[in-house]
């Protein structure tokens, strides 16, 4: 009777939801816990989500692998029901078997569930409500074979991105499964926070706060759409943004001006979109396939054999504001954080009176012609080729917001941007959310605006 009732009880702690089991920590979380709402209701559907999940990690570096314990405090964010709940390995999107799970439990029980080389779904022994709370225990292994898309091993570098299992994103009541694209990132995550205990003889680089005692590395995040690090030896030069985060630059040979040119763009998006909430932006110079630059959160990788432009520079900053704070479905909408990136890279150039502003308007006016009639909110992996991805994506996407600006002009662009950012931190914005938006606030026609897509 008495195990009953024990049992009973947390059961009942359990299903209250997750403010009791956030450890406490130096940081006021008060204010993220709660979505701010509007009163004019500007956005028709304002975030439902109260809190985040939350990840306790203790991971230890074997050298040839990663052995990793991990809780995943789970909360059922979306308002259905779950009947079952799905897991990513993104690793073994680039190749099979990169993250081996052994373990698997569900609030200290055994639980069914389904294997698949890139997915495990968790089979619900009872629905869970929305708002219900489950502890998810795996145990797993991350194994790095050489391959190096963002993800691996190269010489003594170790880039963690996309590493360890994580609860897949939903999209229109699915869950969301990845498939790789070399040309693309074919992954988004759902906010979260992290408590990772890190164990490695390796220097580790990171953005997130931590503390360091001999081979122990123990961090805390606030909500962050990914937990990437880097294990390896790079040499190291910072500068503080004024009123901002310092800004750490990792590499073997240390690029021009780089870390200036952050610092200026850096504060130019905080004038505009609102305050960056970490202590640190990482920008690091790595060995990397397809790309000259790759957002996440708090970090960003550089290929190392690529010049960096001023204009891609910027680009790659603009995404901690749109992939890392708000965040898209990057598989079917990735027009969303591509075309805002280059617009906001084109604003700094054009801010700046660098000619290379003129060069990119005109580019995107072209391809916006060209691709006229072409959907760029399409699944990335339905685009014929990466070059029309690209254009139709990255350009044609940017153009959206230039024909925005046209229409409400420069200052109300801006202002709502950082409403959306002030919004939707931490949350996950649609196409239909930007149009029907823009479409009440300034009197536009919504299917005006959707034409500029099609
Ligand atoms: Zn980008």
Same mark, same amino acid.
């Given at each position: 009777?008495?195990?009953? &009732?024990?049992?009973?009880?947390?059961?009942?702690?359990? &299903?209250?939801?997750?403010?009791?089991?956030?450890?406490?920590?130096?940081?006021? $979380? !008060?204010?993220?816990?709660?979505?701010?709402?509007?009163? @004019?209701?500007?956005? /028709?559907?304002?975030?439902?989500?109260?809190?985040?999940?939350?990840?306790?990690? @203790?991971?230890?570096?074997?050298?040839?692998?990663?052995?990793?314990?991990?809780?995943?405090?789970?909360?059922?964010?979306? %308002? /259905?029901?779950? %009947?079952?709940?799905?897991?990513?390995?993104?690793?073994?999107?680039?190749?099979?078997?990169?993250?081996?799970?052994?373990?698997?439990?569900?609030?200290?029980?055994?639980?069914?569930?389904?294997?698949?080389? #890139?997915?495990?779904?968790?089979?619900?022994?009872?629905?869970?409500?929305?708002?219900?709370?489950?502890?998810?225990?795996?145990?797993?292994?991350?194994?790095?074979?050489?391959?190096?898309?963002?993800?691996?091993?190269?010489?003594?570098?170790?880039?963690?991105?996309?590493?360890?299992?994580?609860?897949?994103?939903?999209?229109?009541?699915?869950?969301?499964?990845? &498939?790789?694209?070399?040309?693309?990132?074919?992954?988004? $995550?759902?906010? !979260?926070?992290?408590?990772?205990?890190?164990?490695?003889?390796?220097?580790?680089?990171?953005?997130?706060?931590?503390?360091?005692?001999?081979?122990?590395?123990?961090? /805390?995040?606030?909500?962050?759409?990914?937990?990437?690090?880097?294990?390896?030896?790079? !040499?190291?030069?910072?500068?503080?943004?004024?009123?901002?985060?310092?800004?750490?630059?990792?590499?073997? /040979?240390?690029?021009?001006?780089?870390?200036?040119?952050?610092?200026?763009?850096? !504060?130019?998006?905080?004038?505009?979109?609102?305050?960056?909430?970490?202590?640190?932006?990482?920008?690091?110079?790595?060995?990397? #396939?397809?790309?000259?630059?790759?957002?996440?959160?708090?970090?960003?990788?550089?290929?190392?054999?690529?010049?960096?432009?001023?204009?891609?520079?910027?680009?790659?900053?603009?995404?901690?504001?749109?992939?890392?704070?708000?965040?898209?479905?990057?598989?079917? @909408?990735?027009?969303? #954080?591509?075309?805002?990136?280059?617009?906001?890279?084109?604003?700094?150039?054009?801010?700046?009176?660098?000619?290379?502003? %003129?060069?990119?308007?005109?580019?995107?006016?072209?391809?916006?012609?060209?691709?006229?009639?072409? &959907?760029?909110?399409?699944?990335?992996?339905?685009?014929?080729?990466?070059?029309?991805?690209?254009?139709?994506?990255?350009?044609?996407?940017?153009?959206?917001?230039?024909?925005?600006?046209?229409?409400?002009? @420069?200052?109300?662009? $801006?202002?709502?941007?950082?409403?959306?950012?002030?919004?939707?931190?931490?949350?996950?914005?649609?196409?239909?959310?930007?149009?029907?938006?823009?479409?009440?606030?300034?009197?536009?026609?919504?299917? %005006?605006?959707?034409?500029?897509?099609?």
């Amino acid at each position: 009777m008495k195990k009953l &009732s024990i049992i009973i009880f947390i059961l009942m702690i359990l &299903s209250l939801g997750f403010s009791y089991v956030i450890p406490q920590t130096h940081t006021d $979380f !008060s204010s993220i816990f709660s979505f701010h709402f509007n009163s @004019e209701a500007e956005f /028709e559907t304002p975030p439902q989500r109260s809190s985040f999940p939350i990840y306790h990690m @203790e991971i230890r570096d074997k050298d040839e692998y990663l052995a990793g314990n991990m809780d995943i405090f789970f909360i059922n964010q979306w %308002d /259905e029901p779950l %009947d079952n709940i799905q897991l990513n390995l993104p690793a073994n999107m680039t190749g099979q078997n990169n993250i081996i799970v052994s373990s698997l439990k569900m609030n200290n029980k055994n639980v069914a569930f389904n294997n698949h080389a #890139d997915k495990i779904i968790i089979l619900l022994p009872q629905t869970l409500m929305p708002g219900d709370t489950a502890i998810i225990s795996l145990t797993f292994e991350t194994h790095f074979k050489g391959n190096f898309t963002r993800f691996g091993k190269y010489d003594d570098t170790y880039l963690l991105t996309l590493w360890h299992p994580v609860i897949a994103p939903r999209a229109a009541g699915n869950w969301v499964s990845f &498939s790789w694209v070399p040309h693309a990132d074919p992954y988004f $995550f759902e906010a !979260s926070i992290f408590h990772v205990d890190f164990y490695s003889d390796k220097y580790i680089i990171s953005p997130h706060p931590h503390v360091q005692t001999g081979n122990h590395y123990k961090f /805390e995040t606030k909500p962050v759409r990914d937990f990437s690090l880097i294990m390896g030896n790079l !040499s190291r030069t910072s500068q503080r943004v004024p009123r901002g985060p310092e800004i750490i630059y990792y590499s073997r /040979e240390h690029r021009a001006d780089l870390v200036e040119n952050a610092v200026d763009i850096f !504060s130019f998006y905080t004038k505009k979109l609102g305050p960056y909430p970490y202590p640190t932006l990482v920008l690091a110079d790595v060995p990397m #396939d397809y790309f000259k630059g790759m957002e996440f959160s708090g970090m960003i990788f550089f290929n190392d054999q690529q010049t960096i432009d001023v204009f891609t520079l910027a680009h790659e900053l603009a995404h901690q504001w749109w992939y890392g704070l708000v965040g898209n479905d990057q598989i079917r @909408e990735s027009w969303i #954080d591509e075309g805002l990136a280059n617009y906001l890279a084109y604003k700094y150039c054009q801010a700046q009176a660098l000619p290379v502003a %003129d060069a990119f308007r005109m580019y995107f006016s072209i391809m916006e012609n060209n691709y006229r009639g072409f &959907s760029i909110v399409r699944k990335i992996h339905d685009f014929p080729s990466d070059i029309v991805y690209r254009q139709a994506v990255y350009l044609k996407g940017a153009n959206f917001w230039i024909r925005v600006e046209e229409i409400i002009g @420069e200052k109300e662009t $801006f202002k709502f941007l950082k409403r959306i950012q002030e919004d939707y931190q931490y949350g996950i914005i649609t196409t239909d959310i930007i149009i029907q938006a823009l479409s009440r606030k300034y009197d536009i026609e919504a299917s %005006d605006l959707y034409k500029l897509l099609n």
